[in-house]
């Protein structure tokens, strides 16, 4: 049997939470489990209202090794509510310093966040993948907004390595039809929202688990 583990935010949360199979986990976990052709056990790590510094402090509980250790598919979705919180300090204060420290800590939170999980993973044996999920911007027509999000999504890529670590384009996937892909609150995705980043999960594919 399997283990997928999903640590993030509202992205991570959101389909547990309202008992939906639209969101991103659950649709998939039953991917997964279709491809492996067995058992796939998911766990989750995290909340929706998690900025990324915070959800290093969450994840990186020492009660939670074990389910990082034993897990065989790792995701990870952060970074959103940072720029949010960065976008209304900026409205409020008339400055764009907010954006430039978003950009700055969310990434340094998720660069430790990686090291942190891939220094536990040092002593596992088993093949494993992780997947992380980069930040969309569901504001386009803030281009302060747009510009600091796409800094960081380029400086994310650094994070990539040899198959085993990918970053997924969700920016990409949802940027061209914000208005049509988010829900009514215009910050999560909506049903077709969610089809699009599974799309992107799923077309990274599971290497090196898969690999004969």
């Known amino acids: 049997m399997y283990t997928y583990l999903a640590i993030g935010d509202s992205l991570t949360a959101e389909d547990s939470l309202s008992h939906q199979q639209n969101g991103l986990i659950t649709p998939y976990l039953q991917y997964l489990k279709k491809t492996l052709k067995e058992p796939v056990c998911l766990k989750r790590l995290g909340e929706g209202t998690l900025t990324a ?63 942190y999980i891939l220094s536990i993973k040092e002593g596992s044996r088993q093949p494993y993948c992780i997947r992380i999920v980069n930040v969309y911007n569901p504001y386009p027509q803030e281009e302060e907004l747009d510009q600091a999000i796409q800094s960081y999504n380029h400086r994310l890529k650094v994070l990539e390595n040899r198959g085993t670590v990918q970053i997924i384009d969700a920016y990409q996937a949802l940027q061209k039809n914000t208005n049509q892909l988010l829900a009514i609150d215009h910050e999560n995705p909506n049903e077709r929202g969610y089809q699009k980043l599974l799309a992107q999960l799923i077309a990274s594919g599971i290497s090196p688990i898969n690999e004969s």
């Open 53 to 115: 510094r915070k959800l290093y402090w969450y994840a990186s509980n020492y009660q939670h090794e074990h389910l990082i250790y034993n897990a065989s598919i790792i995701t990870i979705t952060a970074g959103g509510n940072d720029f949010l919180d960065a976008y209304e300090m900026a409205k409020l204060i008339q400055s764009d310093r907010p954006f430039l420290q978003a950009e700055m800590v969310t990434f340094q939170a998720m660069e430790t966040l990686l090291r």
